[in-house]
């Protein structure tokens, strides 16, 4: 079964970090492009972060350039997404996502493989 489980949310103070992983299983990350999203409440889902399949490119949305890092470790079957100077806005439910495509996107329409989700609250 393909699947596709995130962890490492929770509660954080504004400026605060998280690191967020993405664990797979049923399948390789090997020639997988893997991106990260977010749904705030009454919001439409975003891309923001997506690493390539050969781990060479990466794209980061706007709104969290210079604060978030994603990394991926094809031997644990994991990617990651470290958030730096996180802010109240940044509060949302962190989605990863994957699929055999070679250049990612920030856009959900390439991604078959889709995990629960995890929730980031940053409030003081």
């Known amino acids: 079964q393909l699947q596709l489980v995130e962890s490492g949310g929770g509660l954080v103070q504004p400026g605060g970090s998280l690191r967020l992983s993405c664990a797979a299983s049923g399948f390789s990350l090997d020639y997988t492009s893997i991106a990260w999203f977010r749904q705030a409440p009454g919001k439409e889902r975003e891309g923001i972060a997506c690493i390539s399949s050969s781990g060479g490119s990466d794209y980061y949305a706007e709104s969290v350039k210079g604060r978030l890092t994603i990394s991926r470790d094809n031997a644990k079957k994991t990617a990651y997404l470290q958030m730096n100077s996180l802010k109240p806005e940044d509060t949302a439910v962190y989605y990863c996502?994957?699929?055999?495509?070679?250049?990612?996107?920030?856009?959900?329409?390439?991604?078959?493989?889709w995990g629960q989700g995890t929730q980031v609250t940053v409030s003081s």
């Open positions: 996502a994957a699929d055999q495509i070679f250049v990612c996107r920030l856009t959900m329409s390439p991604y078959r493989y």
